[in-house]
């Protein structure tokens, strides 16, 4: 029977230690955002699943940490266990997730499952590594420094993960990376202390395993994340890319093509004409002038390829959140093909930017026509973007009888919020007119159409909304190479059946009612 080293024997060295409580809480904090921005893609409502996901992390830290009290002896050997465990979790996340959204549509327990077991795990190591810290500081600098330690790390890693982590490795490779950081952490452990450990031979058939775990998983997410978005999607996918912003997919059958953003169908080259036409050509009409053109969202190029069909055009500035969209549009060859290479243009500039924030700035620049083609308002951040703060902003920067258009959601599937729109629009000073449309491969779109009087009087909604419809129906389209648009398509779509006056909320930044009217849309009928 061999003697018990002693404590001091059984410890690693205070500052590898330290070192170690420092990458740890760099990659926990990782993981956590991980798993957020996760949720937030696959499950939608962004605000919704990071409170849900990092509220359920916390609680299951503190689970953790409550676990932790039943280690005796070997503490060591656990600390390190836990790393491993880590490792395997957190690698395998994002991959597993991608793989079983194409099995299954409720995806939510697998992805709180996961949340709730690394933060389960991160609970467990702190108090660990407290512990083994107690033999270099007594207990008032031993609590605050390994706490200090963990908590610098947690800021490296929240700005690793906003800066390189999620635009350079996506959310497939950063918690591979992630992994790998927590198998390092063991590494560096075992091979300076080994001696140390009790369960040695174990803890090395461990390190192979996870080690060989992490390289193979490395080599083959992209093939498994791939094999599970083709089972998702029913056609052949022939691009996917998790960008910084949103999961880009595009697919092809029969000839055809379709873009995706987190799963959402943005067009179907089957039909695409029925929605681009439409957002466009009304409003590039109905303005006064057209010369100057803002362009917010329609990274893909297919709205800019129909503005660029007007000959007074001199200048668009498209402005696009999303850099690796936008460069999608101009290299890849299915959307420049579709677009008819409308990015080669010299009238047109891009700017990768909040269009909220690139409004808000422009200080007195003034457009002729600005429109607006974003995704529906289905988290807050993009609700902002269909408020009245938002619609005063273009208010402002439109030139005397310019006119803002912009896609409305669905009449049919999420009325209140497409008839919160117009209300929204009114509510900001413009004058309104709502149309519609069917596409065969998306269902009833709405759009709703503002425009700014040739002077700064209010308008007067009821007698200057039928003045506009009037004009917007007596708009002739023969001179545009258009597929669909034409005049008598346009005195269709301006047309509604009952239930299109209702009384509903204007949208802005105190109650955001467009987000909760999209979100209590009666999608069951969809």
């Known amino acids: 029977m061999t003697t018990p080293l002693s404590a001091r024997q059984a410890a690693p060295h205070g500052l590898v230690l330290k070192a170690c409580i420092f ?8 993981a956590e955002y991980v798993m957020a921005t996760l949720a937030s893609y696959l499950l939608g409502d962004a605000v919704l699943q990071w409170t849900l ?17 039943f280690v005796r002896g070997s503490m060591l050997d656990a600390f390190v266990a836990v790393e491993l465990l880590l490792s395997v979790v957190c690698a395998i996340s994002a991959t597993l997730a991608y793989f079983l959204s194409g099995w299954t549509t409720n995806l939510a327990p697998v992805i709180y499952g996961l949340s709730f077991t690394i933060g389960l795990l991160i609970g467990i190591e702190i108090p660990l590594a407290t512990r083994l810290n107690q033999e270099f500081d007594e207990l008032r600098v031993n609590i605050s420094s390994v706490l200090e330690y963990d908590y610098y790390g947690a800021l490296l890693g929240g700005v690793l993960f906003a800066f390189v982590a999620l635009p350079f490795l996506g959310l497939t490779y950063t918690p591979i990376a992630v992994g790998a950081l927590n198998l ?9 202390h080994g001696r140390l450990f009790t369960w040695r031979r174990g803890l090395r058939v461990a390190f192979g395993g996870v080690a060989a775990f992490v390289v193979v998983l490395a080599v083959f997410a992209e093939p498994i994340v791939l094999y599970g978005e083709q089972r998702k999607y029913r056609d052949q996918v022939i691009y996917q890319e998790q960008t910084r912003y949103q999961r880009v997919v595009m697919t092809q059958a029969q000839g055809h093509h379709w873009l995706y953003l987190d799963g959402h169908t943005q067009f179907s080259s089957f039909d695409e004409e029925r929605y681009h036409e439409p957002l466009v050509h009304p409003a590039m009409l109905a303005s006064a002038t057209r010369r100057r053109v803002l362009m917010l969202g329609g990274g893909d190029g297919l709205a800019l390829r129909e503005v660029l069909k007007h000959p007074e055009v001199s200048d668009v500035t498209l ?6 969209m936008t460069t999608l549009g101009q290299t890849h060859e299915v959307l420049v093909t579709l677009n008819r290479g409308a990015f080669d243009d010299p009238r047109v500039s891009v700017v990768n930017q909040d269009g909220y924030r690139y409004l808000r700035d422009a200080d007195r620049r003034f457009w002729d026509v600005i429109l607006v083609d974003l995704p529906d308002p289905r988290t807050i951040d993009l609700a902002r973007l269909y408020g009245r703060e938002f619609y005063h902003l273009a208010y402002e920067h439109l030139s005397p009888g310019g006119v803002v258009a912009t896609q409305a959601t669905s009449p049919f599937f999420t009325r209140r919020a497409f008839l919160s729109v117009s209300a929204t629009m009114t509510a900001a000073g413009l004058t309104t007119a709502s149309y519609h449309n069917h596409v065969p491969t998306m269902g009833e779109l709405g759009w709703v159409l ?14 200057d909304r039928a003045g506009l419809r009037q004009r917007l129906a007596g708009l002739t389209f023969e001179t545009l190479d258009t597929r669909f648009v034409n005049r008598d398509a346009m005195v269709s779509m301006l047309h509604f059946g009952k239930g299109f006056d209702d009384a509903v909320d204007v949208s802005d930044e105190t109650n955001f009612a467009i987000f909760y009217y999209y979100r209590d849309g009666d999608w069951e009928l969809n």
Do not use: W
């Open 319 to 324: 402005v696009d959140i999303d850099e690796a």
């Open 450 to 463: 503002g425009m700014r009087g040739r002077d700064d009087t209010r308008p007067v909604p009821e007698r």
């Open 184 to 192: 390092v952490v063991a590494g560096v452990l075992f091979a300076r």
């Open 23 to 30: 990458i740890t809480g760099l990659a926990g904090i990782v």
């Open 53 to 69: 996901t990092v509220s359920l992390m916390l609680f299951a830290m503190g689970v953790g940490s409550r676990v932790s009290r």
